[in-house]
């Protein structure tokens, strides 16, 4: 069975919330889950549920908090929930690791932790944003500020697995983020990316797309450097975050304002879920030797629930050995076609 | 008096709104208005108006349609408005240019036209973002898709200067687009640019800011490469969009929704004006030797006014001679400290 680790300190609104999405996903799958954290805090949010039998308490004494900076973190606080978490993967204790905390820290510590994957020169944050169709999944999104085109391929071709086998999708349409659509457009880095994306037969590429074109859905998975896929996710984020507010604050703002937001109710609604990160759980750090998810901070117990789900499918789905694989064989066919040795870039 | 050539053919609408604009633009201001365009088509336009004193109809054979490739227009449409446009200004006969067309096209025309700015290396796309506080300065969104360091600094002083001189804004404050917000983070042009961003007293530079904080107006200018620059634009506009569009439908969908809209209509008008970008006008290409304004392609009448009163804020505030002046005194700092020999970058 399944044994995912989850932190249960991580997450703006509190351990009951992680511990609440838990048990919904305890209630809808079977696997085995070990909740790390402080004893005293999770303790008695856990007894309110009673003792169930595929739950285990880990104590982990320390917490990051979500503005501590990730490399101090990780020199300081390796008992941590994210530390001592990513470590039962280690220590061959649990298969996957999901938290809601400190996004730079789950990263840092799953790299030292786990270490990169064979064949992969750098590992990504994927994120889930939602489109007019359903959702493309962007990355990377802040693991690496500086990328190399190959970075960029090896990005969609982890992107395009992960879909492939997690979410059942059929050779996923794979888009390069430029500056204009046509490919002799956009920067030193996606013109040479574009060049790498088209090459292979690995990927289902449609070509370059404009940060416009991003929310009509047109690409499943979306590839830029985690400098620019940080931008967008979190100027977005903000605007939506700010939407949200405003149709809130309108519809609490007086009688007339709250008749009139009563009949719109399902028009609000459907609008604010289309567009909420919530729906969609949370996303791997892709290209690491283990599973190691992160969810936003803001997650309520229903994006906790699907991500930990998300981690039961990818553990199940075996994503990691598929990278793997593919990865050997982009590097053979390179190396057949005479070797660019670029796939073998930052593999020392 | 300020002589404003005028893209009568530029922009979704038709030059219906772009008379429109510009008689708007007359009522309020004393200027003169060069109108560019096909004779045939905006005659019966103007005549709509009846003759008017202070407009000339300048007759361009041919126009550039939005989704031509720049770099085509620029070998073949030299008589267009937008090409012609702009020769006015090399001939004498304008200050200055606003188009709402190609805004590549006018990129390529202005550079190709009116040649850089003295001690500018590169000029930068400048737009205005609708902020929590009003709105804030974004370049580059576009003309520069690889930059250095240097390029940064000065898009962060022409960018100063411009909020200064055009909208009396005292020392504006300038924020640098990065990940994270610590200025040990980010990408190696941010981390270059950060220093030399804090190295100058010509700015009033407050620091790295991330994505989600350029909604919250922290800054009222924001610098980064027009890579980055372009997505967030063109990504947060395709969010307010779809979210207008959303709203929209949903007030069209039914009676009992019909009624609640009208109910809320105040607070859906805030809303959508707040984040609309059409409230601000047009933005200029920065460091041109000449005066460029960019508006949105969907710009309304209210807009095309805006930014035609904003060309002339430009030129009678003398802005270029500022941009200028600064640019000589930043280089002569630097070479009376030993000179790090960036500030000649390009300037070949």
């Known amino acids: 069975m399944t044994r995912v680790a989850v932190d249960a300190m991580g997450g703006d609104r509190g351990p009951e919330t992680i511990v609440q999405g838990l048990m919904d996903a305890l209630s809808t799958r079977e696997f085995e889950a070990l909740l790390v954290g402080d004893e005293a805090v999770i303790g008695p949010v856990l007894d309110r549920y009673g003792p169930h039998p595929r739950v285990e308490l880990i104590h982990a004494p320390h917490v990051i908090g979500s503005h501590e ?45 786990l270490g990169r994957l064979k064949g992969v020169s750098r590992p990504a944050v994927a994120a889930f944003f939602p489109t007019k169709k359903g959702f493309s999944l962007v990355l990377d999104v802040g693991a690496n500020s500086d990328c190399k085109a190959l970075n960029l391929l090896q990005f969609a071709i982890m992107g395009s697995i992960y879909l492939s086998y997690s979410f059942n999708k059929a050779r996923p349409e794979v888009a390069l983020l430029s500056m204009g659509e046509e490919e002799t457009k956009g920067n030193d880095l996606t013109l040479a990316a574009h060049d790498l994306l088209r090459s292979t037969e690995l990927l289902n590429f449609v070509g370059n797309i404009e940060g416009s074109r991003i929310l009509d859905g047109v690409a499943d998975v979306v590839v830029c450097d985690g400098f620019v896929g940080n931008a967008i996710l979190k100027f977005g984020e903000s605007i939506v975050e700010y939407v949200s507010e405003t149709i809130r604050e309108s519809v609490s703002s007086g009688l007339k304002a709250k008749l009139g937001a009563l009949m719109l109710k399902s028009s609000f609604q459907t609008l604010v879920k289309r567009m909420s990160y919530e729906e969609y759980g949370g996303a791997p750090l892709l290209g690491i030797d283990g599973v190691s998810f992160i969810c936003h901070g803001k997650s309520k117990a229903r994006a906790i629930r699907s991500a930990i789900i998300s981690t039961c499918d990818y553990v199940e789905e075996r994503v990691n050995e598929h990278i793997r694989e593919q990865l050997a064989q982009l590097s053979s066919q390179d190396t057949s076609r005479g070797g660019t040795g670029l796939c073998q870039e930052g593999q020392g």
């Open 69 to 113: 900076a990730p490399s101090a973190a990780v020199r300081r606080k390796r008992d941590s929930s994210i530390g001592l978490g990513l470590g039962l993967q280690r220590e061959k204790k649990a298969d996957a690791f999901v938290s809601a905390g400190n996004t730079g820290a789950v990263m840092a510590f799953s790299l030292l932790t």
